[in-house]
């Protein structure tokens, strides 16, 4: 009986913290388990499962009352991709003193559907890490800015949908937005799982190409969490993520993971299931991501742009 008590003391304590914190464990773990169930039907482009998953990204913007981007009449940027139709999730929330200088949080909601082949009844690729954890961080710092009410720069949250196809989703955003006021690019893949340092780090693709890494960094000094450079240069990670395209422009973007490239067992396998994942250390990742944009998104710090 005592050991129970002590267990659900800690749980409520940890709790507490991660609300105190403005980013909810509890939160995290009801996106992430959504994102991530069968229902969705492991969310390929073009099925009924990424359709459910749009509208649940959609209820969690309005929810948290995000604005619509530009002269959408809702969340949905609509397009197509060879006659057939796709949309990203997009929700804003207006800059005070700088709204023409935008601040994206990003990742993608599609990923790999169903394995009609596969004999045993596990048929959904679920995508747990790939990408659920990346729509779940952004959804969570929707939440946290919208609480924190204090960007001086607009802020652009977005879901993209076709990257596990070719891109298409961060292709049709990124033709469709002024990369000369896009001042950051904050894109979320993988950070579901610990990465090659353990706990309290993840690694940033194309450190090298803008001092994004560390600004990032310094506004962690005084935090027990690192940003390290990508450890797996030969898998060419900056290249081969939604950040790429407004990278190409310019803008200084890049992505945020934790994914162990050389290792992680549960990669694009029927297996990547939310019980593989630490959503502790997720949420403290999450956590981090936005203590280490303060300076960015209060308009103070300006990353240099990508060459």
Known sequence: MRKSILIFLFISLYA????????????????????ASDKMQGRAIFTPGIDLASAFIEKEFKEIQLSQFKDLKNYRQEFEVEGKKANNVIG???????????????AHFDHLGINENQEENDKVYNGANDDASGVTAVIALAKYFKELNNNERTIIFVA???????????????????????????????????????????YITGFEKSDF?????????????????????????????????????????????????DSEANYH???????????????????????SSKGIISGKETPSRVK
Do not use: C
């Open 213 to 261: 890494g560390t600004i990032l960094q310094e506004n962690l000094k005084n935090s027990n969490f690192n940003f390290y450079p990508d450890p797996y240069p030969q898998e060419k990670l900056f290249y081969r993520s939604d950040n790429a395209r407004l990278a190409a422009m310019g803008v200084p973007a890049h992505t945020i993971s934790t994914s162990k490239m």
């Open 160 to 202: 993209f949908t076709g990257e596990e196809v070719g891109g298409f989703g961060s292709a049709y955003f990124s033709k469709n937005i002024d990369a000369d006021k896009v001042v950051a690019m904050f894109n979320i893949e993988m950070i579901g799982t610990e990465s090659k340092w353990g706990k309290n780090s993840a």
């Open 92 to 106: 804003v929330l207006l800059g005070k003193s700088k709204p023409n200088e935008y601040v994206v949080f990003s």
């Open 16 to 35: 507490q913290s991660q609300k105190k914190q403005g980013i909810e464990f509890k939160k995290v773990v009801e996106i992430e388990t959504e994102l």
């Open 269 to 291: 396998q029927l297996s990547d299931e939310v019980a593989t994942l630490d959503l502790e250390n997720m949420t403290e990742i999450i956590y981090a991501i936005a203590i």
